[in-house]
Each structure stands twice: as C-alpha cells, then as structure tokens.
C-alpha cells in the first residue's frame, strides 16, 4: 500500500506561473515557523522574555546559517571532490544536495549570533532551538521520501517502496522511519521535557537532543544505503559517513547533558534587546 502511495506523489507542490514550488523547500520554511511558534510557547512557559522581533532575529539567523551550512556541509562531506572540480556548480539552480550535519553547524553559527546581538544566554538559546527543531527534521525527511531520495537497503517487507531512481528491488522507506524518531519521537521527548516546571537546568535539552538524534540517525543508518559516490567507509559493509559525523554528537550531548545537570544553571534572566 505504501508503494502504491508513493507512486502518486509529486515532488512539486504546485506551480505559480512558470515557477515550481516543491514540497522540500516548502517543508523548509514551514519547518522554521512552526519552531519559532514553538519557542515562543516555551519561552513563555519557561517565563523568559522573548518577545516576536526577538524570535524574528533568532529565525532568520538560523534558517541562514542552517541553508548556509546544509550545502558547504555537503559540499565537504560527500561531494567527493566534485565541487572542487566544477565550483559553478555550487550555486547552480536548482540546488541539490544538502547535509544536517552542516546544517546544524550552520544554525548553531546563527544561534551564536543571536545571542551577541540580542545579549542573551546562549545555552538557553540552544534550548529552545533543541526542543524545536525535530519539526522541521521531521518535515525534511518526509520531503526526501516524496523526493524519492536517501533511500534504504533492498526489503520484502509489506511496506517495501520501489523507488525509481534505485532499481526494481522494493526498499526500506528509511526516510519515513527518520522522520518518525528524528521527527515525532524526539519531539515527543523533548516537549515532555520541556513542560517540566521548573524546567530542566541550561543544556539539558540541547544534550538531550544530541544524544537522541545521534542515537535515532546512526540506527537508520544501519539499513539506510549510503551515498553513491562515497559507498561504506573503511573497507566496512556497514559503516556510513552518517555515522561517523553521528558518533561526535552522542558523546557530546552526553558530556554536555553531564555538565548542564552538575551546574543546575536555571533557564533564567530576561531576553530583551538592550534600547
């Protein structure tokens, strides 16, 4: 069934004259606003001042730095040299290929950021972001299945999808089940914690988001298919560029979870701009 759901699916939500919006760069945005409704939610609840300009400078920082960071992420990570060879093709339209990993640097620059110009603690900055941000993962991955991209290994399961792209073989639907950890399951965490009162001390929720995310992205990446012009790294049959700049993340969200609880820093202090 789930096969036959894909092959209806269009990678272009609709058009507006000679232009075509597809479903990715859709999910992007409306990724990014249902984060800022979310941090102004919890920036309430966590009674820190944050008000709608603030939340602006913060979005636009970050949705920056995240598109910024996604495609020099992928450039270095897995273009295996090729943007090196054909640099104009790092800006040719439309844009293809884009990675979390430099993503979340890309935003973790723009929170940075944010944080100098508005003078606010960055660490509850991160927190915030932490708790928001599997919405637009979530969003993203199920872009990458209608996309009909970073599909899994060869299945015969019930809800095997034959992706064209990959051959005849039924696959593993990994961007679905990427969506649904990365996505709902750690958003599902994350908030739960997050309606804690008080709530948990500075870098908890950003340590708790390093840890499940590492831990949920490394699982897929077990049955997920490698990119084709990078293959299994080291001589292995099962370890992915994936999991290799996964790794880092468990390990410094479990330090980072570690000190954040030792130090029991309160989200506390107003975050306003400075007249």
Same mark, same amino acid.
């Given at each position: 069934?789930?096969?036959?759901?894909?092959?209806?699916?269009?990678?272009?939500?609709?058009?507006?004259?000679?232009?075509?919006?597809?479903?990715?760069?859709?999910?992007?945005?409306?990724?990014?606003?249902? !984060? @800022?409704?979310?941090?102004? $939610?919890?920036?309430?609840?966590?009674?820190? %001042? +944050?008000?709608?300009?603030?939340? =602006?400078?913060?979005?636009?920082?970050?949705?920056?730095?995240?598109?910024?960071?996604?495609?020099?992420?992928?450039?270095?990570?897995?273009?295996?040299?090729?943007?090196?060879?054909?640099?104009?093709?790092?800006?040719?339209?439309?844009?293809?290929?884009?990675?979390?990993?430099?993503?979340?640097?890309?935003?973790?620059?723009?929170?940075?950021?944010?944080?100098?110009?508005?003078?606010?603690?960055l660490l509850s900055l991160g927190d915030l972001a932490s708790v928001s941000t599997p919405i637009?993962?979530?969003?993203?991955?199920?872009?990458?299945?209608?996309?009909?991209?970073?599909?899994?290994?060869?299945?015969?399961?019930?809800?095997?999808?034959?992706?064209? !792209? @990959?051959?005849?073989?039924? $696959?593993?639907?990994?961007?679905?089940?990427? %969506? +649904?950890?990365?996505?709902?399951? =750690?958003?599902?965490?994350?908030?739960?914690?997050?309606?804690?009162?008080?709530?948990?001390?500075?870098?908890?929720?950003?340590?708790?988001?390093?840890?499940?995310?590492?831990?949920?992205?490394?699982?897929?990446?077990?049955?997920?298919?490698?990119?084709?012009?990078?293959?299994?790294?080291?001589?292995?049959?099962?370890?992915?560029?994936?999991?290799?700049?996964?790794?880092?993340?468990?390990?410094?969200?479990i330090v980072m979870l570690y000190v954040a609880l030792k130090r029991n820093e309160p989200q506390?202090?107003?975050?306003?701009?400075?007249?």
């Amino acid at each position: 069934m789930l096969n036959e759901v894909y092959q209806r699916l269009d990678p272009v939500a609709f058009k507006v004259g000679p232009v075509s919006v597809q479903w990715y760069g859709l999910f992007y945005i409306i990724g990014f606003l249902l !984060a @800022a409704l979310l941090v102004s $939610r919890l920036a309430r609840r966590w009674e820190i %001042a +944050f008000d709608w300009d603030s939340i =602006l400078t913060m979005l636009i920082a970050c949705m920056l730095g995240a598109i910024a960071g996604g495609r020099i992420g992928y450039i270095l990570f897995y273009g295996n040299g090729y943007y090196f060879e054909h640099p104009e093709k790092i800006l040719a339209f439309p844009i293809s290929g884009m990675s979390y990993h430099g993503g979340m640097i890309g935003l973790a620059v723009g929170l940075v950021v944010t944080s100098r110009v508005l003078k606010v603690p960055l660490l509850s900055l991160g927190d915030l972001a932490s708790v928001s941000t599997p919405i637009g993962l979530g969003l993203v991955r199920v872009a990458n299945f209608i996309n009909g991209e970073l599909w899994g290994s060869a299945t015969d399961l019930p809800w095997g999808v034959v992706f064209e !792209a @990959a051959g005849p073989l039924p $696959r593993h639907p990994s961007q679905l089940y990427e %969506a +649904f950890l990365e996505g709902a399951v =750690l958003l599902a965490v994350l908030y739960a914690l997050a309606r804690r009162k008080p709530p948990l001390p500075q870098g908890s929720y950003f340590g708790v988001y390093l840890i499940g995310y590492g831990v949920f992205r490394i699982a897929v990446e077990f049955i997920r298919q490698p990119d084709a012009q990078i293959g299994y790294l080291l001589g292995t049959t099962w370890l992915t560029m994936g999991m290799l700049l996964t790794l880092p993340m468990v390990l410094g969200g479990i330090v980072m979870l570690y000190v954040a609880l030792k130090r029991n820093e309160p989200q506390r202090g107003q975050l306003v701009q400075e007249d």
